[in-house]
């Protein structure tokens, strides 16, 4: 294992291991509210905290981004940590085990390690650059679907930008008629993750942010398959909005998704 990697791996294990002993002790946790729909806990904070001082202790000059910190050093490196500690804070805060650590690693503007860690099945899903995707050491592929029909599709909804909530049904409609079902499971890094797999056939969702999917994009490009924006595009880095599939899927989702972008909506 690239020995960065390896870091990636221990950061994940340690942030699900508080994760893990705050959801069982759920009086403990406290919510905070960052907006509209919008939650934190202590625990996503002491997640970021314990990924931090691990990526710290063996790379203190590597810069870091995370979710609760944002932007935690003004460091130029070329060694760049995009990380969401806790992705699936819905679910946490309600109880619903289905929750994730996500750790991305880029060298010089490119994704070269990834990690999404499931710390309730205890699924570890790891990817470096041109070397595969791999769940708990196994090799994982994106399923080569050629047609919608019998696919399942994971989503998330537009649960803070609700003015895209009427071209969001309708992408949804024009799909959900021809798949066989759709998830909406609550985790963006494990609808990812769960893409490269080949559990789910594809995903889309609208406006997520670069630590919800630099860990999923990399697993999902290693695994055979290919994330882009609503128009086919590398845009969604800076929209958030994203599809990750196969690529002869793709092109049928793009077909479904394109007619109802708009101004409001747009790759
Ligand atoms: P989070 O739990 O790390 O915030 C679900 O659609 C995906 O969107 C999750 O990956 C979730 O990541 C992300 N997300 C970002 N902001 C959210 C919000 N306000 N409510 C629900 N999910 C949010
Ligand atoms: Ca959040
Ligand atoms: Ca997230
Ligand atoms: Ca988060």
Do not use: C, M, W
């Given at each position: 294992m690239h020995p960065m990697l390896n870091i990636a791996v221990r950061a994940a294990r340690t942030a699900g291991n508080v994760i893990v002993r705050a959801f069982e002790q759920a009086d403990k946790i406290e919510v905070e509210s960052k907006g509209t729909n919008d939650f934190v806990t202590n625990v996503d904070i002491a997640a970021e905290q314990a990924i931090v001082d691990t990526i710290r202790k063996s790379y203190p000059e590597h810069s870091i981004i995370g979710e609760e910190t944002g932007v935690s050093d003004g460091k130029d490196s070329d060694y760049q940590w995009i990380i969401d500690p806790l992705d699936g804070t819905t679910n946490f805060?309600?109880?619903?085990?289905?929750?994730?650590?996500?750790?991305?690693?880029?060298?010089?503007?490119?994704?070269?390690?990834?990690v999404i860690y499931d710390p309730i099945r205890g699924e570890l899903f790891t990817a470096s650059r041109g070397k595969g995707a791999q769940l708990n050491g196994f090799r994982i592929r994106v399923k080569q679907n050629k047609e919608l029909a019998g696919a399942v599709l994971a989503t998330g909804f537009p649960f803070k930008q609700k003015q895209h909530m009427p071209a969001y049904i309708n992408m949804f409609q024009a799909l959900f008629t021809k798949t066989s079902d759709m998830r909406r499971a609550g985790s963006a890094a494990?609808?990812?993750?769960?893409?490269?797999?080949?559990?789910?056939?594809g995903f889309f969702e609208i406006g997520l942010k670069p630590w919800d999917t630099a860990a999923g994009e990399l697993l999902v490009i290693e695994a055979g398959g290919l994330v882009t924006d609503f128009t086919g595009g590398?845009?969604?880095?800076?929209?958030?909005?994203?599809?990750?599939?196969?690529?002869?899927?793709?092109?049928?989702?793009?077909?479904?998704?394109?007619?109802?972008?708009?101004t409001a909506l747009s790759k």
């Open positions: 805060v309600k109880g619903i085990p289905h929750f994730a650590v996500s750790i991305a690693l880029k060298v010089k503007g490119k994704l070269d390690q990834a494990l609808d990812l993750a769960y893409v490269a797999a080949g559990r789910v056939d590398h845009n969604y880095v800076k929209s958030g909005n994203i599809v990750a599939t196969s690529s002869r899927l793709l092109k049928e989702i793009l077909k479904d998704i394109r007619p109802h972008l708009g």
